[in-house]
């Protein structure tokens, strides 16, 4: 994962708070998902459960990670958003890196989900949040690539 860790710098950190080494063996071959969202966003809030029931069923099976990188004003309303969730987060007071990677992968909305080869650093999919919501419930065509 050397690749997408380049981004991050440091910056990610699991559930236990425990900052994550993406150059662990245990990062290789995964699918990564830049999942850009915030709490005051109500489709991002809608969003959310679905993204987390996909998580919880296919990401051990399809070997795929998600990074939460909020665009939330406050870090109390990140904290209680990020609660939802079982997936890494960026750090939020890192928000100069965030308006940064939101450039690169020109995120012009939320929420947005974007899909890397982990060990590459290229995208597959930047439509992620559609395949889940109408186009590949089931997830039967994961990793989904850009058309």
């Known amino acids: 994962m050397t690749s997408l860790a380049k981004f991050f710098d440091k910056n990610v ?13 245990k990062y290789r071959g995964k699918i ?8 005051w966003c109500p489709p991002c809030r809608a969003f959310t459960p679905k993204l987390v029931e996909f998580y919880r069923t296919h990401a051990k099976e399809k070997n795929f990670e998600i990074i939460y990188i909020s665009s939330d004003q406050d870090e109390r309303q990140y904290e209680e958003y990020y609660k939802e969730m079982p997936w890494l987060r960026f750090d939020f007071r890192q928000q100069r890196k965030r308006d940064k990677l939101m450039k690169v992968f020109k995120v012009s909305g939320i929420p947005q989900l974007i899909l890397f080869d982990g060990d590459t650093g290229n ?8 395949q889940i919501q109408y186009r590949d419930k089931k997830g039967e065509l994961f990793p989904w690539k850009q058309h």
């Open 32 to 39: 990564v998902g830049l999942y850009f969202s915030a709490h």
């Open 123 to 130: 995208i597959l999919c930047t439509n992620a949040m559609e």
């Open 13 to 25: 950190y699991n559930k236990i708070n425990r900052e994550v080494n993406f150059n662990d063996p």
